[in-house]
């Protein structure tokens, strides 16, 4: 795992298997509540579009109790909405309270 931060490159960690060119990227974004909106930078918007379903996103919820978090593979193409919102942002829309509806959807079975 290598730690991309600092190097603008639109993705906070990079995955990979020594030998290999073949590699993972995750960009990092957290919320304080257990729904919510993140902004994506121009950067990071257009990583997740050409890596594709080498692209995640990792989301930490609920920063204000209990976090937890939710992985999304391939987030431009999957069920988060985007909407641009100047030269410099992108909001992602859509990110439900997950683990609320895991709990429900248990206690109903």
Same mark, same amino acid.
């Given at each position: #795992?290598?730690? #991309?931060?600092?190097?603008?490159?639109?993705?906070?960690?990079?995955? @990979?298997?020594?030998?290999?060119?073949?590699?993972?990227?995750?960009?990092?974004?957290?919320?304080? &509540?257990?729904?919510?909106?993140?902004?994506?930078?121009?950067? *990071?918007?257009?990583?997740?579009?050409?890596? $594709?379903?080498?692209?995640?996103?990792?989301?930490?919820?609920?920063?204000?109790?209990?976090?937890?978090?939710?992985? =999304?593979?391939?987030?431009?193409?999957?069920?988060?909405? =985007?909407?641009? #919102? @100047? &030269?410099?942002?992108?909001?992602?829309?859509?990110?439900?309270?997950?683990? *609320?509806?895991? $709990? #429900?959807? $248990? @206690?109903?079975?």
């Amino acid at each position: #795992m290598e730690n #991309m931060t600092q190097l603008g490159c639109g993705y906070d960690f990079r995955l @990979s298997r020594q030998g290999t060119r073949d590699f993972l990227a995750v960009e990092v974004k957290g919320i304080r &509540e257990k729904a919510g909106s993140v902004l994506l930078t121009p950067k *990071e918007y257009e990583a997740a579009t050409e890596l $594709q379903n080498n692209f995640y996103l990792f989301v930490v919820k609920n920063f204000q109790k209990e976090p937890y978090h939710e992985l =999304f593979l391939n987030p431009i193409a999957g069920k988060l909405q =985007f909407t641009r #919102m @100047s &030269e410099c942002w992108f909001r992602c829309h859509g990110l439900p309270a997950f683990k *609320e509806q895991n $709990q #429900m959807n $248990q @206690s109903e079975a």
